[in-house]
């Protein structure tokens, strides 16, 4: 999760361990739920992956907006 600097990724949150992972054949799916605090609103969430041959990051990177104290997130991302 980036919150300050959406081109520098040496700063990023970690957000990993929120997530559930299976792996059926050549294909790895992870599902992420996260409730996002105040401090966390206008972060962006993507996805960095590596398969072996390299890191691939993902084309959607939404922004987080949390509205008073109901956060509200979509997100569905899809690596192929």
Do not use: F, W
């Not at 520098?8 to 957000?15: A, S």
């Not at 050549?26 to 590596?50: F, M, N, W």
């Amino acid at each position: 999760m980036d919150k300050v600097t959406p081109s520098d990724y040496t700063d990023d949150e970690n957000i990993t361990e929120r997530s559930i992972g299976n792996v059926e054949g050549d294909r790895t799916t992870s599902t992420l739920t996260t409730t996002p605090s105040q401090e966390q609103h206008g972060a962006i969430i993507y996805c960095k992956v590596s398969n072996g041959y390299g890191s691939i990051i993902s084309v959607r990177k939404p922004r987080i907006d949390v509205l008073g104290n109901y956060p509200v997130l979509y997100l569905n991302v899809s690596l192929k």
